[in-house]
């Protein structure tokens, strides 16, 4: 089995909070559009933490039958979205076998608004009213198994679970059941939908989420007011394709995934290693298989979530990935910045910023950059988007648990 088969990325599909299509996301990007405001999904009144990345004007009815809609958790509902928007613009559907086609897409919490609504209910009204349909919509893998369902993907299908690694090592694993041949195509990404009551009142009282109230002042990645991330929801889903089988249909090719680095600190449930020792790796095992060479115009697109320990122990990581003189070189911007963390979909809607970052020649930027932490002395391009030819994308995701992923991107 030949083992370097080169993969390429032959369709996009986004749902995030800069809009409901590719187009308008990365439209967003560019332009630095904030896609944070107030939660409207369920009274804060009672919430230390106020903000949220939420989807906006998401109609799940143009993917999905009424009855589909009424079975499935909000999370999945988004991925199959992207998923249509992806395989649509590859066109890839009819020209793959069944068998050598796969499907892995992260989420990192799953079906966590069908578990609170289940619950409820099994606590007021008790065990008979809990949905016969409970379990298949709260469980991680649906989102997989629909999408494998709809495009009669018949090699595996799998979810990568991996708190806000998840989009980044579906991405990385999809890679790899096409480079070492066990398929042809993949459609993989990322998708979460956990802006609701529980995991927000987790995540704020274990004081990672932003308590601000002013959207211009609430993620703030590398900026020394920062106080932790703001949450997200969406999904982004890519059409993987092994490059000899894309270019002998004439598919559009937006970029390759050259390189992907795994690791994991090994270390704490959710604070980082001191001296981001697996962000590191991740980042050199990614760089060593993509080829890169100090002649390399470097973007890197961090996790950059804006919570105090992550951006300072980030800079640390590039500088010992790439060595100080090349990390003060590359341009790196936190696009959570705008989409606030996606959370099991962050690696995707990041893998899609390096992709298009690469074929436009523009950088997003870090917006809302004003005071930039003295531990964090690199290059965050704040403020604007800028113009420059890079020849190689990092795509850095770190997740708790100690998963760190790092996916290689080039031009074809």
């Known amino acids: 089995m030949n083992e370097m088969r080169r993969v390429v990325v032959t369709g996009l599909g986004a749902v995030t909070p800069l809009g409901n299509t590719v187009a308008e996301t990365w439209e967003g990007m560019k332009s630095g559009r904030n896609g944070i405001a107030p939660i409207t999904r369920f009274d804060t009144e009672k919430y230390k933490a ?47 076998a069944p068998e050598r086609f796969s499907v892995m897409f992260g989420t990192g919490i799953g079906g966590i608004s069908t578990f609170e609504t289940e619950y409820t209910k099994l606590m007021e009204k008790g065990p008979r009213r809990v949905s016969p349909l409970f379990v298949p919509m709260m469980i991680s893998n649906m989102a997989a198994g629909l999408i494998a369902i709809r495009f009669d993907c018949r090699g595996s299908a799998m979810p990568a679970v991996t708190a806000c690694a998840s989009g980044s090592n579906a991405i990385g694993e999809a890679m790899r059941l096409i480079r070492h041949g066990y398929a042809d195509a993949v459609i993989t990404g990322g998708a979460e939908a956990s802006v609701t009551p529980s995991a927000v009142a987790g995540f704020v009282n274990m004081q990672a989420l932003s308590t601000a109230e002013n959207p211009d002042e ?195």
């Open 50 to 96: 106020k903000l949220a990345a939420e989807v906006k004007n998401f109609e799940p009815k143009d993917y999905m039958e009424v009855n589909e809609v009424l079975r499935t958790d909000r999370f999945a509902q988004l991925a199959v979205a992207a998923a249509q928007q992806a395989v649509e613009e590859s066109g890839v559907k009819d020209h793959v």
């Open 218 to 412: 609430a993620s703030l990645p590398f900026d020394r007011r920062r106080g932790g991330f703001v949450i997200g929801e969406g999904a982004v889903a890519l059409v993987l394709e092994e490059y000899e089988h894309a270019k002998a249909r004439g598919a559009k090719i937006y970029g390759e995934v050259c390189g992907y680095g795994s690791t994991c600190d090994a270390h704490h449930i959710t604070a980082p290693h001191p001296e981001g020792r697996g962000g590191a790796q991740a980042m050199a095992d990614a760089m060593r298989e993509a080829g890169y060479t100090e002649e390399d115009v470097v973007y890197i697109n961090a996790h950059g979530t804006g919570t105090p320990m992550n951006d300072k122990l980030e800079t640390m990581a590039i500088k010992k990935a790439l060595g100080e003189e090349a990390a003060r070189r590359a341009y790196i911007s936190s696009t959570k910045s705008m989409t606030g963390h996606m959370l099991g979909a962050a690696g995707a809607v990041e893998a899609m910023a390096c992709l298009l970052a690469l074929e436009e020649g523009i950088i997003p930027p870090t917006i809302n950059l004003k005071e930039q932490d003295e531990n964090c002395d690199l290059n965050y391009v704040p403020g604007e988007a800028v113009k420059a030819e890079a020849t190689l994308a990092l795509s850095n995701s770190l997740g708790f648990g100690g998963h760190n992923a790092c996916l290689a991107f080039r031009k074809v």
